[in-house]
């Protein structure tokens, strides 16, 4: 339950925050966007589930009409405790990253783009 409670709220923000990124025009790249994602995965074999979670926030931003400069940064974490075939496995991992770049857009149509 609590769980899409969470998932309405983020779709309502993604609405309202996201309805500027085409209220103007066809294509429009100023953008920001957040994201978090709970995981459990069951491994055949495995005595028990591999438990990790992602939080992500990613960025865009028009410098020019056919140019816009885009950032993200990812961090994720997992852990399991357990046995796999018999074997007993334990471990935990964290994880991020950042890029960071340029994208180029080119008009091929009235209402078609093109990104490189």
Do not use: C
């Not at 995965?41 to 816009?68: C, N, P, R, T």
């Not at 046995?83 to 149509?109: C, E, R, W, Y």
């Amino acid at each position: 339950m609590r769980n899409s409670w969470l998932v309405g709220i983020l779709a309502i923000l993604v609405g309202v925050f996201g309805r500027s990124a085409v209220a103007d025009e066809l294509f429009k790249y100023n953008y920001a966007e957040l994201g978090y994602q709970k995981y459990s995965v069951d491994w055949q074999g495995a005595s028990q589930k591999i438990d990790g979670s992602f939080f992500g926030i990613a960025g865009s931003y028009g410098v020019h009409e056919l140019i816009a400069i885009q950032v993200r940064y990812g961090k994720a974490t997992e852990s399991f405790n357990g046995s796999f075939s018999g074997i007993p496995v334990s471990f935990s991992a964290k994880a991020s990253d950042m890029t960071a770049g340029v994208t180029l857009h080119k008009m091929i149509a009235g209402n078609t783009e093109v990104g490189l």
